[in-house]
């Protein structure tokens, strides 16, 4: 029988059960409404009934049985043994219950599928009874617990909207409407209290400082520490941060969030998107092909104590991110932390009953910024004859032109816009699921997320699973374990050809044709014939088809990949105060790519002849590639807390790890296969294939330890130090010590500034220390040997090997000195927050080739020689308020450093060069002095580094020589920015909530005009010009500031696509970078549907940018890259 009463005498753990399943029950109903399946069963079902003389019982048995509807009451209330007879035929219902429950105090409401019946008089049927409307004026005081008053104390009739503040001296008057009220007062950094009225007219209220933000604690290296009692600069992300970010890659939600933290994103290729972040400034370079200066630029990241990647984290898994800037808070991981470190922290379940969250988002995403096309081919064809022609000879006829003119938008004569057939809006969609909370002592939270997102660019896809499992248990009083499980499965297609490629056979193209033939055969297009381009080759796109690509699954490159970070830990409780903890973990990442380049023939647009295979491949070609990459660790550490007579805190923790990287690949490359279909390297011969593979692996082993003392938490010291070894370096050089040392002092807690009513913290940090940097490539003490190299010996070739360069043994870490001083600030109980710090850091021993003579033959040896210095400042500030039932807020926050080259050697002449004194890769280049207005000042001036002419950028003769050459160029700042910033505006008014975040750089430079970029005008045969140049100068338009545009190929074409300060131009930016605005449901609707929580939510991603930058994103300039984008979503977030 299907039953499902209510019972005051069920045991806890049965009704534990069934509001379990009444959870999921509605969890799975509310999934099916966000799929925008209607549920209208309960409005459309009709039920057939012929009982006589039956039971009530029997009536609801009989319902059940026939039909999906389900009866909840409780069955001490509802007289089930009554007898009734019911005789119904395809009824409603709605009409069958209101017959059944006639004469009785039982009513019923039907929710889709439930049946829930209650006893009484429904609201409606009450009686209103008119009174005289209550009033009562309550007069009262805010103070702490110390008698001080609190001014501007939230003093909230409960369940109402009517309240006051208190004023200055913590006093307040109310009047009150409603009999029984009770104040709800509040006060922000104090624990808010409930306070009946009852008859009186005066009130004294001591509100008590909330115990839970004194004791707040903060994850540092290898354990947690309270807030109060941090030296170290420090700053946590909370998961609020997380949750508001529609992004498949967490780091992407740092971005302004963190003083001193810069993250840029260099491309919206989805599941690549090519992040870039590095903490207080560039601290070191790297002249190791294998490595790139980005790469040893970037913070350690770990997740759960464990190496990992913020990028297989589903966004929504992460409890708090904690940033370790400086020494003191950093050094603790030794080799490892020169770039600092980010600490992850996943969520855990919540620590009483069970809650089950669901949020869902669907997402439609266009482009930003992308530079400005005419796509019109007369338009076009008359730019091709008045830049280029003058150097190739005319290219398109009157006649041809006329031919466009006079059918527009013909097939055989079009206005093609290659932008919006190939770049258009797509909808994303992702999905989050987690059930955690408390069984007995088990503490638990699982997980699942999914993201789905098609490209703007077509060709372009990406899908991502995760999967979370975390879990700790108490077994006793003295030990607990635990263990975390992040699991990932993604997926990602592209263009054979790469992203690069791939956008610009897009962007360079033509709109006077159309990517297919007009035959209607589907065969694709070559290059526009029918014009004098046919005949001289410009405007051939035959590797440019964008179309041929995107239109064949077999012309596309799969990246698969499978991740899991896992760790399990025990802690046990040896004595009071002393724990061992001890954690082993893994992080394994597959990887699976397959690049697949098959023949796609191309033809003449308008003859239909054959002219060759896309990028001249001549047969079907795969490349396979298959990688593994382990990373394995462990350690375990004592920890010792003790406190002396209630004001002497000490702490002392010492521990030991090790940790192991293997890395290793497969690839094998062949051709000709026999069908386009096989992806299988066995499916092609094996003549003329290619095979390449490698194994790394490399060894870490550590002593680590801290020591921490703090006198009622107002005078604060701590100490820490790491001796790492690690196998890259010699035995004799393997081992560094990095130790750190900072102190603080709390001078809100002195005596003296204890009357100071408006200052509610100040804390004064100072640290220095030491921290290294290990990603040096692989054994770079020791030479490598160069097989294949065969030679003649005894009439036979012998197998052989060179020395390609060489070693030195006494190559060590890079040390980075750290010197930090801070302070942290609250003001007027902490509704006002400041704090600040300035650091001065120094990297020595940053490993460079050792400059040698060409004569010697052989690569040098690496040594360490280089030297970097970055100076800086952090502000963070905000303000927080509450005015009745509407709360606001503002936060800020600014960076700035200066970078310099201390040391390096021989500078080098490039144009990003390496200059000491300078900073790193600082611009070199030849200075604009704006545009020759004719011959006779050219012929007047310093001879042109080559020919020029009226139009051209006009460069400076800085030596003064009377000749431009390679001695005047100079070197510019610009490849850093002045300060990058950050700032929010939050607001909350009943059950309504938003959010504004907004970030920007100010003063960095972008040069526009490199060799490839599609900035110049047909820098690639037969792309379409920006509009940029539309007012380029001419004879009748000398007074423009753009130069004359010019065919890319022309003699003078040096003049525009040579670096020079002309093209170096300012990508200063305001992002509106997040906009949120939700509602929360109100609570009296949840408890009718049984649910804790419903938010429904709009949000906005690069809502709108403010820069004076003209050539594309100022945060990715150019537009061969895959566009960045603006995403709008709207979503809920339910919880049971």
């Given at each position: ?50 009982l006589e003389n039956t039971s009530v019982q029997n009536v609801f048995n009989t319902i059940e049985s026939s039909s999906d509807f389900r009866f909840l009451y409780n069955h001490l209330k509802v007289d089930l043994d009554r007898k009734v007879s019911i005789h119904v035929k395809k009824e409603r219902i709605a009409d069958i219950l209101k017959s059944l429950f006639a004469d009785t105090d039982v009513y019923f409401t039907v929710k889709k599928k439930l049946i829930i019946l209650k006893t009484g008089k429904k609201k409606d ?179 759960n104590g464990l190496v990992g990647s913020m990028a297989d984290l589903d966004p929504a898994f992460i409890e708090s991110v904690t940033v370790l800037k400086d020494a003191a808070s950093a050094s603790i991981y030794g080799a490892r932390a020169a770039n600092g470190v980010i600490l992850v922290t996943t969520k855990k379940g919540a620590s009483d009953g069970t809650s089950i969250t669901y949020t869902g988002r669907v997402m439609n995403q266009s482009m930003i910024n992308q530079l400005k096309r005419d796509w019109n081919s ?379 009513d408006w200052l509610s913290n100040l804390k004064i940090r100072v640290s220095y220390g030491l921290m290294g940097n290990d990603l040096v490539g692989l054994y770079p003490y020791q030479s490598v040997l160069s097989l294949g190299k065969d030679y003649p010996f005894a009439n036979l070739l012998q197998g052989g090997a060179i020395r390609e360069g060489l070693s030195n043994p006494d190559i060590r870490w890079e040390e980075t000195e750290v010197t930090d001083i801070g302070f942290d600030l609250a003001m007027f109980n902490n ?306």
């Amino acid at each position: 029988m299907k039953k499902t009463t209510m019972s005051m005498f069920f045991d806890s753990e049965k009704l534990r059960k069934i509001n379990l399943k009444m959870k999921l029950t509605t969890l799975f109903l509310l999934v099916s409404l966000l799929k925008i399946q209607a549920n209208t069963y309960s409005q459309n079902t009709k039920i057939s009934l012929d009982l006589e003389n039956t039971s009530v019982q029997n009536v609801f048995n009989t319902i059940e049985s026939s039909s999906d509807f389900r009866f909840l009451y409780n069955h001490l209330k509802v007289d089930l043994d009554r007898k009734v007879s019911i005789h119904v035929k395809k009824e409603r219902i709605a009409d069958i219950l209101k017959s059944l429950f006639a004469d009785t105090d039982v009513y019923f409401t039907v929710k889709k599928k439930l049946i829930i019946l209650k006893t009484g008089k429904k609201k409606d049927d009450t009686n209103t009874v008119v009174t005289a409307p209550f009033q009562q004026t309550v007069n009262g005081k805010i103070t702490d617990i110390n008698g001080v008053p609190l001014p501007g104390a939230s003093i909230l009739v409960k369940g109402t909207t009517n309240g006051v503040q208190t004023d200055f001296d913590g006093n307040f008057t109310l009047n009150i409407t409603t009999e029984n009220a009770v104040l709800v007062i509040s006060y922000i950094g104090y624990t808010t209290k409930e306070i009946p009225v009852n008859n009186q007219t005066s009130i004294t209220v001591s509100l008590e400082e909330n115990a839970a933000e004194l004791d707040e604690v903060v994850v540092v290296g290898y354990g947690t520490q309270k807030k109060v009692n941090l030296t170290g600069s420090v700053v946590t992300v909370t998961e609020e941060e997380f949750e508001n970010r529609n992004v498949s890659n967490a780091v992407q939600a740092l971005q302004g969030k963190v003083a001193g933290l810069r993250v840029t994103q260099t491309t919206g290729a989805p599941g690549n998107e090519d992040i870039t972040f590095q903490l207080r400034g560039v601290n070191s370079f790297s002249s190791d092909p294998d490595i790139s200066s980005v790469d040893k630029n970037k913070p350690l990241i770990l997740i759960n104590g464990l190496v990992g990647s913020m990028a297989d984290l589903d966004p929504a898994f992460i409890e708090s991110v904690t940033v370790l800037k400086d020494a003191a808070s950093a050094s603790i991981y030794g080799a490892r932390a020169a770039n600092g470190v980010i600490l992850v922290t996943t969520k855990k379940g919540a620590s009483d009953g069970t809650s089950i969250t669901y949020t869902g988002r669907v997402m439609n995403q266009s482009m930003i910024n992308q530079l400005k096309r005419d796509w019109n081919s007369v338009n076009f064809m008359e730019k091709v004859n008045a830049w280029v022609a003058p150097y190739t000879g005319r290219f398109y006829s009157d006649e041809v032109i006329n031919n466009f003119r006079n059918n527009p938008n013909s097939d055989e004569f079009p206005n093609f816009n290659h932008e919006d057939f190939y770049l258009h809006d797509v909808t994303i969609q992702s999905h989050n699921l987690q059930i955690g909370g408390t069984a007995g002592k088990t503490r638990y939270n699982v997980g699942v997320g999914h993201w789905d997102q098609d490209g703007i660019a077509d060709g372009f896809t990406f899908k991502k699973t995760n999967a979370l499992i975390n879990v700790e248990s108490q077994v006793n009083d003295f030990f607990k374990v635990g263990a975390y499980i992040n699991g990932t499965i993604s997926k990602r297609t592209e263009p054979y050809n790469g992203e690069r490629d791939y956008l610009m056979g897009i962007l360079s193209q033509s709109p006077t044709y159309k990517p297919w033939l007009l035959d209607g055969s589907g065969r694709y297009a070559g290059s526009n014939n029918g014009t004098q381009a046919e005949s001289v080759g410009y405007a051939d796109i035959s590797s440019k088809n964008a179309y041929a690509i995107s239109n064949n699954k077999n012309a596309l490159t799969y990246d698969d990949r499978f991740a899991i970070n896992a760790n399990a830990f025990l802690d046990i409780e040896l004595l009071e105060g002393l724990n061992w903890y001890t954690k082993f973990g893994a992080d394994i990442t597959q990887s699976d790519y397959k690049n697949r380049r098959p023949i796609l023939r191309m033809y003449s647009y308008r003859s239909g002849e054959f002219q060759g295979n896309l990028d001249n491949i001549g047969s079907e070609q795969l490349i396979h590639r298959v990688g593994k990459q382990e990373h394995y660790t462990i350690f375990s550490h004592l920890n010792y807390q003790k406190t002396i007579n209630e004001d002497h805190n000490f702490g002392l923790m010492i521990g030991a790890s090790q940790e192991t990287d293997k890395f290793e690949f497969i690839e094998g490359v062949r051709r000709g296969f026999a069908s386009p279909n096989l992806d299988v390297l066995s499916g092609a011969p094996s003549s003329g294939q290619t095979t390449a593979g490698n194994i790394e692996e490399f060894t870490l082993r550590s002593l680590f330890g801290r020591f921490t003392y703090n006198y009622k938490s107002k005078y604060l010291i701590e100490a820490n130090f790491r001796r790492d070894g690690s196998s890259r370096f010699h035995k004799d050089n393997r081992y560094g010590v990095f130790p750190s040392f900072s102190a603080g002092w709390n001078a809100s807690k002195e005596d003296f500034l204890s009357d100071v009513d408006w200052l509610s913290n100040l804390k004064i940090r100072v640290s220095y220390g030491l921290m290294g940097n290990d990603l040096v490539g692989l054994y770079p003490y020791q030479s490598v040997l160069s097989l294949g190299k065969d030679y003649p010996f005894a009439n036979l070739l012998q197998g052989g090997a060179i020395r390609e360069g060489l070693s030195n043994p006494d190559i060590r870490w890079e040390e980075t000195e750290v010197t930090d001083i801070g302070f942290d600030l609250a003001m007027f109980n902490n509704r006002f927050t400041l704090t600040f710090d300035y650091y001065d850091k120094t990297t020595d021993g940053i490993l460079r080739l050792a400059q040698l003579p060409l004569t010697s033959g052989l690569q040098p040896p690496f040594v360490n020689e280089g030297v970097v210095n970055n100076k800086g400042f952090e502000i963070v500030t905000g303000y927080q308020n509450t005015i009745n039932d509407f709360s606001y807020g503002v936060n800020f926050n600014l960076s700035a450093y200066k970078n310099k080259l201390v040391k390096f050697g021989a500078r080098t002449f490039d144009l990003n060069a390496m200059i000491e004194g300078k900073e790193i890769n600082r611009y070199f280049m030849y200075q604009g002095d704006g545009i020759y207005q004719s011959q006779a000042e050219i012929d007047n001036g310093p001879t042109p580094r080559w020919p020029a002419a009226p139009g051209d950028v006009r460069l400076k003769d800085i030596d003064g020589d009377g000749a431009i050459t390679p001695d005047d160029r100079v070197d510019v700042d610009g490849v850093n920015p002045d300060f990058f910033y950050g700032f929010e505006l939050t607001a909350k008014w009943k059950n309504f909530d938003f959010s504004a975040f907004f970030q920007g750089e100010q003063g960095r430079k972008v040069l526009v005009n490199n060799e490839w970029s599609l900035v110049l005008p047909f820098s690639v045969h037969g792309a379409n010009p920006i509009t940029w140049w539309d007012d380029a100068w001419t004879p009748e338009n000398p007074s423009t500031t753009k130069p004359r545009a010019i065919w890319y190929g022309a003699p003078e074409g040096q003049s525009i696509k040579e670096p020079t300060t002309f093209w170096l131009r300012d990508a200063s930016y305001l992002r509106l970078k997040n906009l949120n605005i939700g509602y929360t449901l109100p609570s009296e609707l949840m408890d009718k549907i049984f649910l804790d929580k419903v938010r429904l939510f709009f949000n906005a991603e690069n809502l709108l940018t403010f820069s004076k930058f003209e050539f594309g994103d100022p945060e990715r300039p150019g537009d061969n890259l895959y566009p960045m984008f603006r995403t709008l979503t709207v979503g809920a977030t339910i919880k049971f």
